[in-house]
T-cell receptor
């Protein structure tokens, strides 16, 4: 596709459940980023990949959060044992370094 | 990455120029100034970036002071569609981690 695609656009889950969020970057973009955004706040950095490897995962809040990008294209953000505080919009972006970031529309996660 | 300071909100009349300031007094010589904006319920969108010279593209102009400690994003003729949160970011290229602050919420008024 022409832009960054994120699925699902909305996800409602119960506390304690496991969630996967998918990001399909722009074709050819080697760098991929995950952010999360709470209401009224700017995007908060979680992790970024250069190719298949996580170049910087310093923003992952704890070990319940994990992200993979096995073939250097699609990435999945995995959240285990979800908590109500995990409710946010999860944004994915891609770039061809050193160019600018292109963001998807986000996945809105609600944990009940 | 250097920290930036922006006013939390601004208003601008439709058709007038919107001038959004950003302070980045601790910027280092190899850090660029980037601007993104985020329209409600959408992902952030790149606007413009610069190192030390003023820059202009089809969306906006970026004016960076000579000492590089501050900059201004100029939308020359603001429209209602420009209502958004505008983020000023400084970062090293090609270092890729991009850190967003709270930004400036620009309201364009008819």
């Amino acid at each position: 596709g022409a832009g960054v695609s994120q699925t699902p656009s909305n996800k409602v889950t119960e506390k304690g459940k496991y969630v996967e969020l998918r990001c399909d970057p722009i074709s050819g973009h080697t760098a991929l980023y995950w952010y999360r955004q709470s209401l009224g706040q700017g995007p908060e950095f979680l992790i970024y990949f250069q190719g298949t490897g996580a170049a910087d995962d310093s923003g992952l809040p704890n070990d319940r959060f994990f992200a993979v990008r096995p073939e250097g294209s699609v990435s999945t953000l995995k959240i285990q044992r979800t908590e109500r505080g995990d409710s946010a919009v999860y944004l994915c972006a891609s770039s061809l370094p050193p160019g600018e970031l292109f963001f998807g529309e986000g996945s809105r996660l609600t944990v009940l | 990455d250097a920290k930036t300071t922006q006013p939390p909100s601004m208003d601008c009349a439709e058709g007038r120029a919107a001038n959004l300031p950003c302070n980045h007094s601790t910027i280092s010589g190899n850090e660029y100034v980037y601007w993104y904006r985020q329209i409600h319920s959408q992902g952030p969108q790149y606007i413009i970036h610069g190192l030390k010279n003023n820059e202009t593209n089809e969306m906006a102009s970026l004016i960076i002071t000579e000492d590089r400690k501050s900059s201004t994003l100029i939308l020359p003729h603001a429209t209602l569609r420009d209502t958004a949160v505008y983020y000023c970011i400084v970062r090293v290229r090609p270092h890729q981690k991009v850190t967003f602050g709270i930004g400036t919420k620009l309201q364009v008024i008819p």
